[in-house]
């Protein structure tokens, strides 16, 4: 049991203006692991306050001098990532073996990567007479998710630290732990103060204030298109910049020559990752309607193959999802689709056997085509929906039929065919015959999935402005 009674503001732990707790609940258990403070407006007046005193100096560092700091941050999160993998463990339920990757070294692998990437921003050049120069972007209003805890607090706070802002963070309070040992970090490391402060709380109370309060120059979120209608809504007010990462419903485009069982095995794994809490999950598996049979077979025996249970068991492959609303909303998507018609191959709305207590549910595989819901709305959890096409451009007309542009993948038995196909997709990330996604190439989306990209020196560069002189 961990009980978080403090706020990181100004460099110091203090006590919080809100006299309540929020409980972080175990998804496998269905017990509190935590609590931490429910925060109120005057929290993050304070801290946008102490982040907006320390911009000018922190804005006129050197990169050299941020370099080091982000590297510094990298090594002790490197130091601190067992912990971290079973803080997130404990809150979000991922198989242990499984997060030790994809949130504990991918974290730190993030910190360095931004290291890396800054010193390629071009910040000034001559253009004519005039020298056009890149500044930060100002006090930075962060928000993250509860899926990828750590990982988005670093790709966030870790690439406005390297432009040049300071950051108020407002960690996700269904996944908090990470934050709050972020700010540990970022302690550590020695950050001047106020350059990182840590507010906590729910979104309507501390996220709002966030937004509008009027020392934030910029706000960054991941997170729902819900949450990031209200951030746009709200800092449209004040006319700031917004940076939204949200979310997709992204295909699978599975070509005639394409490697059949390697496409649908590895897309399953991308749309299974973290229970299919992932905003970029290849969820439709588009495929040739000549090899649907053998293209079920294969999903249904790969979604079958994955062992549910305790996260810290090496058997364990899929965890529960988030929360108890999380499952709810999930099973509400499946039997939805069943009163749609579309067929369902595996799975299904019941709770798993022998799994009576935690969040779980099962691996399920659907066939039908674009229109249900199941195959339009983003679900955030096991469920994929394999569409069958008629030849390539029909594939590419279902795959771009969707309000989402986030991410996406071709198959093809030739990867300079598949690349060159790529460009028909409208989506902001495209993987190719299973090609491993690039920490130090953009990420982001078009469409409903959000507005500026993360990642390497694009994602710094999010938190910049041109200025012209001259």
Known sequence: MSERDQIFINGKWVPSAGTEVIEVINPVTEERVATIPAGTAADVDLAARAAAEAFPAWSRTSVDERVAFL???????????????????????????????????????????????????????????????????????????????????????????????????????????SSFIFAEIAEEAGLPDGVFNLVSGTGPEVGEALVTHPLVDMVSLTGSVRAGRRVMELAARDVKKVALELGGKSANVILEDADLVRAIEVGIEDAFRNSGQVCGGLSRVLVPRSRLAEAEAIAVRKAESYVLGDPYDPATTLGPVANVHQRQRIRDYIRSGLDEGVRLLTGGPDAPEGLDRGFFVRPTVFC??????????????????????????????????????????????????ARALARNLRTGRIRINGSAVNQRAPHGGFKLSGIGREFGRYGIEEFLEYKSIG
């Open 368 to 417: 039908g085509d674009n229109t249900s819901r199941i195959a339009r709305e983003e679900i955030f959890g096991p469920v994929v929906v394999i569409i069958p096409f008629d030849s390539e451009e029909e594939a590419f007309e279902i795959a771009n039929d969707t309000q989402y542009g986030l991410a996406g993948a071709i198959w093809a038995g030739d990867d300079d065919r």
């Open 71 to 177: 590297r510094k941050l990298a090594d002790l999160t490197e130091e601190r990532a067992d912990e971290i993998t079973r803080a997130v463990v404990s809150e979000i339920g991922q198989p242990y073996a499984v997060a030790t990757q994809s949130q504990g070294a991918s974290a730190v692998e993030d910190l360095r990567s931004i290291a890396e990437s800054l010193p390629e921003i071009v910040w000034e050049e001559q253009v004519g007479h005039t020298v056009v120069a890149r500044e930060a972007a100002g006090v930075v209003g962060a928000i993250t998710p509860w899926n990828g805890p750590m990982r988005m607090i670093c790709m966030k706070a870790g690439a406005a630290i390297a432009a040049g802002c300071t950051v108020v963070l407002k960690g996700t309070e269904v996944a908090p732990l």
